[in-house]
C-alpha cells in the first residue's frame, strides 16, 4: 500500500495485491485527513511533554491527559471505521486512534517507571537531542530562521548489571564461554567479572597469533602539554601532520570528542596534502569505503569509529588517538556509577574509570592490525600514560607493541630500519 498505506497499516485488508485506489479501503481524502489529525495529535504530545520537561514538571499527568483524549477521540471513531468497512466488505482490525490510544496508554506506564520507581540500582535522566537531519536552506530575508527540532527522551538505565545477569541469564544457563580480544585489564579479568556479575568463572588468556613487537611501533610524545590544557590542540595538531607526513596519511585519527575533532580537522584542512575524510560528513559506511579506494586518506572519527571496523593492507598503516579515552564524568550513568563504589567504600577511578577506559583503548587501537600482513604506527598523543600513577594499568594492558617515545624512531619504521626501544 506504500507510503499511503501505512496509515491505515493493520485496518484493512486488501483482497488482491495489485487494487485500484477504490479497493484499498479509505478514499484518498480521508486518508489524507487521518494522517493530518495524527500528526496533529503527534505535534501536540510533543508540546506538551517539550514544555513539562522545560519547566521540570509533572510527565505522568501529561500522558494521563494524552491518553484520556486519545481513548475519547478512538472509540467513536473506531465504530464509524467499522461501519465504513463493513459497507464496503472489508474486515477492519484496528484503528489509527486506538493505535495512539495504545501507544499513549504505554508512555504512561512507562512514566510511572520513571516517576515512582525507587530502586537505587536504577538511574534516571532527561535527555534533549538535536535533530540530525540537513538544516534548512537558509532564508535572504528579515524573517527569523526557523529552529531545529529538539527530542526529548527520559532514559532509566540500572547502575550496576551483574545481578541482573545472575538473576535472569547465568542461572539460567549451564555452561557459557565469553570470549573477547580487549576484555583483560592489567593481565587479569577481575574488572569484568564484577561488572558481569560472574562468581565462578575458569579464566584463560591466549596469546596473539600476531608479532606485535615487528608489526606496530607504540609512539607516545613526552613533550606535548596536558590534553585538559587549551595548549594542547594546537601543538596536537602540528604533531599529527608530521605523522601524518611520515606515513604519508592512510590514517584513523580518532577523538573522544566532537569538539575536539572539529578543531583539530579545521586547523590541518588546507594544511595536510592528503584526501581528509570527517565522520558526520556521510554516513559511517560511505566514508569507510571511500577511505577504503582512496590512497592516502586521512579519517577523523569520533567513537563508533573506534570498534566494529576493518581496514587491511597498507591503506590504514596509522591510527592516532588523541587521549585517553576515559569516560566523561558528568554522565549520568558514569556519574551514578561513581557514586555506588564510592559509597560502598571502593575506588571508583581504579576500580571503574581506570579499567572502562583501558578496554576502550585497546579497541582503538584494535583498528590498526587485522592480519599478519598488517604494519604500522599506533600514536597516543596523551603523555599521562607516562607520568601518572594510573598509566602503568594501561601500559601493562597493551599488547607488546616496541615502544617509543622518539620521533626519529617512528621514521625509521617506515624507512625499513629496525627499532628498539622501550617506554
Not at 495524527?38 to 510533543?46: C, F, I, K, P, T
Not at 540537513?134 to 527520559?154: D, H, I, K, W, Y
Not at 602539554?225 to 602540528?238: C, E, I, L
Amino acid at each position: 500500500m506504500g507510503q499511503r498505506g501505512d496509515v491505515v497499516t493493520g485496518c484493512f485488508e486488501r483482497r488482491r495485491a495489485k487494487a485500484h485506489e477504490a479497493e484499498i479501503g479509505l478514499p484518498v481524502a480521508c486518508r489524507r485527513k487521518t494522517a493530518e489529525r495524527h500528526g496533529a495529535w503527534r505535534e501536540q504530545s510533543v508540546r506538551i511533554i517539550r514544555k513539562l520537561a522545560r519547566e521540570h514538571g509533572n510527565f505522568r499527568l501529561a500522558i494521563e491527559h494524552l491518553a484520556a483524549r486519545a481513548r475519547a477521540v478512538a472509540a467513536p471513531r473506531m465504530l464509524a471505521g467499522r461501519r465504513y468497512a463493513e459497507n464496503a466488505g472489508k474486515r477492519c482490525t484496528a484503528s489509527p486512534n486506538l493505535s495512539l490510544a495504545r501507544r499513549a496508554q504505554q508512555l504512561q506506564v512507562q512514566l510511572s517507571f520513571v516517576m515512582e520507581d525507587e530502586n537505587p540500582n536504577t538511574v534516571f535522566w532527561i535527555e534533549r537531542r538535536g535533530f540530525r537531519g540537513a538544516p534548512p536552506p537558509q532564508r535572504r530575508s528579515s524573517e527569523p530562521q526557523p529552529r531545529g527540532r529538539t527530542n526529548v527522551f527520559l532514559q532509566a538505565t540500572p547502575i550496576e548489571v551483574g545481578q541482573i545477569l545472575r538473576e535472569c541469564l547465568w542461572s539460567k544457563m549451564e555452561t557459557a564461554v565469553l570470549t573477547s580480544a580487549t576484555l583483560a585489564v592489567g593481565g587479569g579479568f577481575d574488572y569484568i567479572r564484577q561488572r558481569l556479575g560472574l562468581d565462578h568463572a575458569r579464566e584463560s588468556i591466549v596469546p596473539s597469533h600476531f608479532d606485535y613487537q615487528s608489526q606496530v611501533i607504540l609512539y607516545v610524545p613526552p613533550d606535548l602539554p596536558d590534553p585538559r590544557t587549551p595548549q594542547f590542540v594546537a601543538q596536537a595538531s602540528d604533531r599529527i601532520k608530521r605523522l601524518l607526513e611520515i606515513t604519508r596519511g592512510r590514517a584513523f585519527v580518532l577523538f573522544t570528542s566532537y569538539a575536539q575533532m572539529n578543531d583539530i580537522y579545521d586547523r590541518l584542512l588546507g594544511v595536510l596534502d592528503f584526501p581528509m575524510l570527517k565522520q558526520g560528513d556521510a554516513p559511517k559506511s560511505a566514508l569507510l569505503e571511500e577511505f577504503r579506494i582512496t590512497p592516502h586518506a586521512v579519517l577523523f572519527g569520533t567513537s563508533s569509529f573506534w570498534q566494529g571496523v576493518d581496514v587491511q593492507g597498507e591503506q590504514l598503516s596509522c591510527v592516532i588517538i588523541d587521549r585517553l579515552p576515559f569516560a566523561v564524568p558528568s554522565d549520568p550513568v558514569v556519574a551514578a556509577r561513581v557514586r555506588a563504589i564510592d559509597a560502598a567504600g571502593g575506588n571508583a577511578f581504579f576500580e571503574y574509570q581506570v579499567p572502562s577506559a583501558v578496554i576502550t583503548l585497546k579497541q582503538g587501537f584494535g583498528r590498526l592490525i587485522r592480519s599478519l600482513h598488517d604494519r604500522g604506527l599506533l600514536a597516543l598523543l596523551d603523555n599521562r600514560i607516562l607520568k601518572k600513577q594510573y598509566g602503568k594499568v594501561f601500559v601493562e594492558s597493551l599488547p607488546s607493541y616496541t615502544r617509543t617515545t622518539d620521533l626519529k624512531r617512528v621514521e625509521e619504521f617506515f624507512g625499513g630500519s629496525g627499532v628498539e626501544a622501550g617506554l
